[in-house]
């Protein structure tokens, strides 16, 4: 039961424009979310993240939007750069309880010089 | 700034042998988590510990056990090794009270059974 679910294993962008990683989940107890970065035999880098009773929550060029009502999150990167180039985890936490993460399948972002 | 260190980064046992993980936590850092990340899969949470205490189990098999010492590192330990549990070991640290908001990982192991 894929409760975090990013539908789309990869994603191919030009550099400049925008990138947009999605990401859905069904458990209605997650109330805090987050994007991870990886790179190859690396662990994952933390990149931003977003409380449920927030909507929107920017950080330079990365904006993270939160739909509560359709469960659904997404990143976006502009403008998208080389060095974006990676696997974009999506992971979802309930503050009640454990506070373990619950990941996505991961998006392989390539962006095109 | 100090890391989260995982050794070794790469192990290689046979089938049925035993493994085991470790990983020291950033300085301070009372709480350290374990997740497996199989080829082409999402990281799964395997255990997690807080001051020295198991707060939390996930999907970690009965082959497997981990514990925190005193010094607040963990070790995973791994017996009866199959050739399923081929994977990326992470591990992850934080202080109590902040949760995934104050996550770091390591760059964590790889272990391959032949």
């Known amino acids: 039961d894929q409760q975090v679910k990013q539908n789309s294993p990869s994603l191919s962008v030009q550099e400049g424009r925008i990138s947009i990683l999605n990401c859905d989940y069904t458990n209605s107890m997650f109330d805090y979310f987050l994007w991870y970065k990886k790179y190859p035999a690396e662990g994952p880098t933390f990149l931003i993240s977003?409380?449920?009773?927030?909507d929107k929550n920017e950080d330079g060029r990365f904006t993270v939007f939160l739909n509560k009502s359709a469960k659904h999150l997404s990143l976006h990167i502009v403008p998208s750069q080389p060095g974006d180039s990676a696997v974009y985890f999506c992971a979802a936490s309930a503050t009640q309880g454990a506070q373990k993460l619950v990941f996505g399948q991961g998006t392989r972002l390539t962006i095109n010089p | 700034a100090a890391g989260v260190i995982q050794s070794p980064r790469h192990l290689i046992k046979e089938k049925r042998e035993t493994a085991t993980l470790k990983c020291y936590p950033i300085p301070r850092h009372d709480t350290v988590y374990w997740y497996q990340q199989g080829p082409g899969q999402d990281p799964q949470f395997l255990i997690s510990f807080y001051e020295k205490m198991q707060s939390d189990k996930g999907s970690i098999p009965d082959r497997f056990s981990a514990q925190q010492f005193s010094d607040y590192h963990s070790e995973l330990n791994m017996s009866s090794l199959e050739l399923g549990d081929s994977a990326l070991y992470f591990c992850?640290?934080?202080?109590?009270?902040?949760?995934?908001?104050?996550?770091?990982f390591g760059s964590g192991t790889r272990l391959t059974v032949v």
């Open positions: 992850a640290s934080s202080l109590g009270d902040r949760g995934p908001r104050g996550y770091t």
């Open positions: 977003i409380s449920s009773i927030k």
